[in-house]
């Protein structure tokens, strides 16, 4: 663990409670895509299957039960509990068309040939394109609430500080994972037009619009 990690793991909290709260007070999940949170769900799933038979520390348990439950909690409200607010005729992107080419790349290229290996490789594959129907919608309406566009932020901030938490330990400790790099600056890649529109925009009071 060091301060790079923490703030990173903050800031992925931070994206889920500003989600969570944003269905919630407003009982409304317009704008939110339904299929990037099913496949955020399928991440946590995926990796954290280890939960109770591999303990590391109690905040990195409470993490990973925090993640699952509200990543549950988050497809349970936006499917059932405020499903009639569901934007699906805007959330139409082919979520198959990132699990199936993610699955067949975790069975080619992972660190250990093992089911729980495959499945913690998928995940992290699986979890560099899971934005992508949400920038999807966001592309299509060509707008984004405001308190969206900080979840999107705060969600982008976490992987960002996640590959200067990588380079601090590749340099204090010689810890290097190929997978997890190369999925994370993926995944980062895909936030950097939003970061410029969320600092040129969002941050001066404007709506975040893109290009449809």
């Known amino acids: 663990m060091n301060v790079f990690r923490l703030i990173g793991d903050l800031s992925h909290l931070l994206a889920i409670i500003i989600?969570?709260?944003?269905?919630?007070?407003?009982?409304s999940c317009a704008g939110v895509s339904g299929k990037s949170?099913?496949?955020?769900?399928?991440?946590?799933?995926?990796?954290?299957?280890d939960l109770f038979t591999n303990?590391?520390?109690v905040y990195n348990s409470v993490m990973k039960i925090i993640y699952l439950l509200t990543s549950l909690g988050t497809v349970y409200l936006?499917?059932?509990?405020f499903k009639a607010t569901y934007d699906s005729n805007h959330d139409t992107f082919r979520i198959e068309f990132l699990v199936v080419p993610v699955g067949g790349l975790s069975f080619l290229v992972n660190h250990d040939f093992t089911p729980l290996e495959i499945l913690w490789t998928f995940s992290i594959y699986l979890e560099s394109v899971a934005i992508l129907p949400q920038l999807f919608m966001i592309s299509k309406t060509g707008e984004a609430e405001t308190?969206?566009?900080?979840?999107?932020f705060a969600l982008g901030s976490y992987r960002a500080l996640y590959i200067i938490n990588w380079v601090y330990r590749y340099y204090t400790e010689g810890f290097f994972d190929l997978i997890a790099i190369v999925a994370g600056c993926v995944q980062t890649i895909l936030y950097c037009d939003f970061f410029y529109l969320y600092i040129t925009k969002v941050l001066k009071g404007k709506q975040l619009k893109l290009p449809a």
């Not at 989600?19 to 009982?27: E, F, H, N, P, Y």
């Not at 949170?37 to 299957?49: A, D, G, K």
């Open 55 to 57: 303990f590391i520390s």
């Open 37 to 49: 949170q099913i496949l955020f769900s399928l991440v946590f799933i995926t990796r954290y299957l």
């Open 147 to 152: 308190i969206t566009s900080h979840y999107l």
């Open 78 to 81: 936006m499917y059932f509990k």
């Open 19 to 27: 989600l969570l709260l944003k269905i919630w007070k407003t009982r």
